[in-house]
């Protein structure tokens, strides 16, 4: 005999979670021949219990049901969605009758749907005049607006209404809500109420923005306005203003249980007036305007109150809109853009269908910005929603088919995702549920087959993941495609367009920028094949870099170096970090530039955090010593270790460029890079001098680091401070000569320049002493300048055992016992102040000047050199060469307050950083904060500023070297 299936079974199948309490349910309402509606419902379970509950109140429902086959899919569709309309069913009686007959499939105009709301809060339709007297007219305006939305709610879950019928609507039902709101503010009476001859003075229009312009809303969206009035025919224009601002809050407060009104958008934001005329709006735009306003002001569209004055607001703002990529300063305003965009994605990010990557918010702000650079050129681009404008610039050559096609299928399954969570409970959201049950409502919503869960996340997924690589590629791509001639290409920009573009990218060259993309990507090579799949990507991140031009020339020069290696392409197509950090290296700094396109395989260190790592320093000295054993003559083995510099020197920039690494710790990788240098060219040194000699042993000889070396300080601008000790002085000069000539051989690379210049005596003094003649000299003659500076002398290269000798003999002379004597501290303080009015360049601005300037490096390491000189004799932690550790001693020491250190120190800090920045960026030294702009904001970017924060960088550095010089002055000058 056939099996008889149960009831709980069939729910069960029929896609129920809970069949035991569906069955319960059913059976109390009598409802069995209800049961085979329930398999297209998003959520059986919701929508039977809503049914249930309205079933109670509403004793013709389930025969009215059972007799309309249209309302039984379209109430059971609604049900499953929305518990919030479902609520709303329960609370309104008769409401579900609206769902039944031919009226609920039939799109109501726009004009039907002002008429239905108006009417409802007791005004008049032709002129939303009050005629009649509603006891709650909030109350009845959200009754009203809730039919409606239920109405079209049931023709969008059934599909009698497409995605942009849907949002079409809910837009013109908003402009009927606000329209209504402005007429339940005008019948407002009593205490203070407008009277009919306040409303006679002036004009009002509501200019709908975002979304609801754009008509495009949600189902619950904050609805984004801008105000503009106008006086009547001789009335006083600050009183009609005054009328229409309580007209504007009156309509606010009246639509704020539908939605939020926002009007932050208008002039100054909400520090602006709420209402202005329409001369006082233009003056705005002309004058103070941002890229931001603009772009939203692509979506104005009058929505409510005075129609005339309406269109003319946004007639004349059109004319604004499409000039604004002409506009000074459109380049860091899109960069700012683009920035807000991304600092929106919170941590909840992965799962946000608008500001996640991927999300809504990326196609539409794609969509935007083109539209801004090409529209002004090209009117057919002038749209206000997304599809169509996505569409235009399809059409129009600026967006390839596929892609345009790629984007408004995600931006579609995206929106009607976001409907389907708005409808759940009414609210507004943008995120993705996590747990199962929800995740299968929203799948069987969009009827997504067996697995409906399952197939819910695959195509969110995917589709954001498409929208993003679209994201990426909407901008460069076609420009690739303007220059290069690709037999599948779609997109046609004009050279015109394309240097728009690229203009709007941040390239200040934008011919020399179609030049390089032409250089890279034309022809059928696999190297131009490669480059063409590489580029969009990388462009976008040029473009996001300080130095767009020089990121895509350095690009092409260390391309044209290493295209035809087959591991170089490779590995930036297959490795997304390697070509993702070598974009950022490259439009940041020309020193690292500079470094890899005379050392190209460096390139291969980019992909790992760990492979920019510093080495350790007895690995570098191995390498260096078996470089110069290979090779016979000084000069070649040189130039090995000088190869080897080359490569650490980038590997130590690109960490810093990365934020990888500190200062502290910056320092003593090129510390200890000069070091390892400094001992492979004295071995190729003295190997040549010995040769010269017949093999006769030129004796020991040290070289002992000074100033920022010896303190394991230095920037990627240092020279090498350096004395040089010796026992047997008939060969020591000609070692120390031999080094000098070699580290100053002609090299395109970064010179390590010998200075040993803070030897006794000076210039006048012998190059090198021996360490008796080191002795006598300092025993006799010394000076307190020179017991300062040898507080950084330190062993560097050559023989340990002499450059440890002579450290232990300076000791009581840098360390004396008994602190330095009052005068000596009194000659320190007059030298200081002589190099202060001395030394600082003619012109240059103290306060900016990052070694001699007020709080800057020299008052910070003279205050830490002072503390060492009073009190490194008795307390030995303060015997250091480094300026931090020294103050941190002498926090220990109870020589400083703490808080006094961290100043110094944050000082001492961010001026190091400064000038190892404009290293970087310029590739060559400078001491100052830039006064240049440009200059100034590549700096600035290279130290973590946004394009528009060059001032915020000066002002910092100001009030930190200010803050340190107050200390200073009662440190290093109080008694």
């Known amino acids: 005999m056939p099996r008889i299936e149960s009831t709980a079974a069939r729910l069960a199948k ?7 309490r569906a069955e319960r349910l059913v059976q109390e ?19 039977l219990l809503s049914l249930t509950r309205v079933a109670e109140r509403e004793s013709g429902l389930l025969d009215a049901l059972r007799s309309d086959e249209g309302l039984r899919s379209r109430l059971l569709g609604v049900l499953g969605v929305s518990a919030a309309l479902g609520e709303h069913l329960v609370t309104h009686e008769g409401h579900w009758r609206s769902l039944a007959g031919e009226q609920a499939v039939l799109r109501p105009g726009e004009g039907e749907l002002r008429a239905a709301l108006l009417r409802a809060v007791g005004a008049e339709p032709a002129d939303g ?43 013109d039902l908003a402009g009927a809500a606000l329209e209504a709101g402005l007429a339940v503010a005008r019948a407002e009476t009593g205490p203070g109420g407008l009277t009919a001859e306040e409303l006679s003075t002036v004009r009002l229009a509501v200019i709908g923005m975002g979304k609801c312009g754009a008509r495009e809303l949600n189902y619950i969206s904050d609805v984004d306005v801008i105000f503009v009035a106008e006086p009547a025919e001789g009335a006083d224009e600050t009183k009609a203003l005054r009328v229409a601002t309580r007209l504007a809050q009156g309509m606010m407060r009246a639509c704020a249980e539908l939605w939020e009104v926002d009007a932050g958008l208008r002039p100054e ?16 735009y002309r004058r103070w305007a941002k890229t931001w306003e603009f772009q939203a002001l692509l979506k104005a569209r009058p929505v409510a109150g005075d129609a005339e004055l309406g269109a003319a607001y946004v007639s004349a703002v059109d004319e604004l809109v499409w000039h604004a990529a002409s506009r000074d300063n459109f380049v860091e305003d899109v960069q700012a853009m683009r920035r807000r965009v991304e600092a929106h994605v919170r941590e909840d990010g992965e799962r946000q269908l608008k500001l996640g990557p991927g999300g809504l918010r990326d196609i539409e702000f794609a969509v935007q910005l083109l539209q801004l650079v ?32 790629g984007l408004a299928e995600a931006y579609t399954f995206l929106r009607q995702v976001e409907h389907l969570l708005q409808l759940h409970r009414l609210r507004r959201t943008h995120i993705v549920p996590s747990a199962p049950g929800d995740l299968r409502r929203l799948g069987r919503g969009l009827r997504l087959g067996p697995d409906p869960e399952a197939e819910f996340v695959r195509q969110w997924k995917k589709h ?15 420009l690739l495609q303007a220059v290069a001639r690709l037999p599948d290409s ?28 032409a250089a890279l990507t034309t022809g059928v090579s696999r190297r131009a094949a490669i480059q063409r799949t590489l580029l969009p990507v990388m462009l976008g991140w040029f473009a996001d870099t300080p130095d767009p031009d020089a990121g895509l020339l350095g690009f092409r020069q260390v391309s044209d170096q290493l295209g035809t290696t087959p591991w170089y392409l490779r590995l930036l197509r297959d490795e997304t970090a390697v070509a993702a950090r070598m974009a950022r290296v490259l439009g940041t700094s020309r020193y690292a530039t500079d470094l890899l396109t005379r050392a190209p395989e460096a390139v291969a260190m980019l992909g790992s955090d760990a492979d920019l790592e510093a080495r350790p320093f007895a690995a570098l000295r191995a390498e260096a010593a078996a470089a110069v054993s290979r090779h016979d003559d000084a000069e070649t083995a040189v130039a090995s270790v000088r190869a080897l510099r080359r490569r650490e020197l980038f590997r130590t920039a690109v960490a810093d460029l990365s ?38 042993s030129p004796g020991r000889f040290a070289v002992i680091a000074m100033g920022r070396l010896g303190g394991m300080e230095c920037s990627y601008a240092s020279d090498a401070d350096v004395m040089f000790v010796c026992d047997r002085m008939e060969s020591a000069f000609a070692v120390a000569n031999e080094l000098r000539r070699l580290l100053a051989l002609p090299a395109p690379d970064p010179p390590l320049l010998i200075d040993p210049d803070l030897r006794p005596e000076g210039r006048q003094g012998p190059l090198v002493r021996t360490l008796a003649s080191y002795r006598a000299y300092y025993g006799r003659w010394s000076s307190p300048w020179e017991s300062q500076a040898l507080l950084r002398a330190r062993f560097s290269a050559g023989d340990a055992e002499l450059g440890q000798a002579f450290v232990s003999m300076i000791d009581e002379l840098r360390y004396p016992p008994g602190g330095l004597p009052l005068e000596s501290v009194r000659e320190i303080r007059r030298l200081k102040a002589r190099m202060e009015a001395e030394r600082l360049p003619r012109g240059a601005d103290p306060a900016l000047h990052t070694k001699l300037g007020r709080g800057g490096l020299s008052d910070v390491e003279w205050v830490a050199q002072l503390l060492q000189l009073q009190h490194a004799g008795s307390l030995s932690s303060l015997r250091t060469t480094r300026t931090l550790e020294a103050l941190r001693a002498a926090v220990h020491e109870e020589l400083l307050e703490a808080d006094e250190a961290r100043v110094l120190a944050d000082s001492w800090r961010f001026a190091s950083r400064i000038r190892d920045a404009i290293m970087l960026v310029k590739g060559r030294a400078g001491d100052m904060v830039p006064t240049d702009v440009n200059e100034r904001r590549l700096i600035a970017g290279t130290l973590g500023y946004p394009p528009d924060g060059s001032e915020d960088f000066v002002d910092d550095y100001r009030r930190v070297t200010r803050r340190a010089r107050k200390v200073v002055e009662r440190v290093f000058y109080g008694d």
């Open 490 to 517: 779609e997109t046609r920009l004009s050279t015109a367009a394309a240097t728009a573009r690229l203009k709007a990218l941040g390239f200040g060259d934008p011919s020399g920028a179609l030049r390089h993309i």
């Open 659 to 696: 934020g990888l690494t500190d200062i502290e710790q910056v320092g003593v990788a090129l510390s200890e890079l000069n070091d390892v240098t400094i001992q492979a060219a004295l071995d190729a040194a003295i190997a040549k001098v010995r040769l010269e000699s017949r093999g006769e």
């Open 29 to 47: 309402a009598g409802a069995e021949w209800l049961l085979d509606d329930f398999a297209a419902v998003a959520d059986p379970d919701l929508a």
């Open 374 to 405: 090409h529209g002004r050129l090209d009117p057919l681009l002038r749209r206000r929603a997304t599809l169509p404008a996505l569409a235009a610039l399809s059409r129009g050559g600026y967006v390839g088919r596929e892609d345009a096609r």
């Open 129 to 171: 005049q009050p005629r009649a007297s509603v006891a709650s007219p909030r109350r009845e305006l959200k009754s009203a607006y809730r039919e409606r939305l239920l109405r079209l709610a049931a023709r969008d879950i059934t599909g009698a209404a497409s995605f942009t019928e849907v949002t079409a609507e809910l837009s």
């Open 269 to 284: 934001g909400r520090a602006g007036p709420l209402v202005r005329t329409l001369t006082s709006h233009l003056a705005y």
């Open 14 to 20: 029929l896609g129920f979670a809970d069949p035991a």
């Open 464 to 478: 954001a993941r498409e929208a993003r690589r679209l994201h990426e590629k909407l901008f460069y791509r076609p």
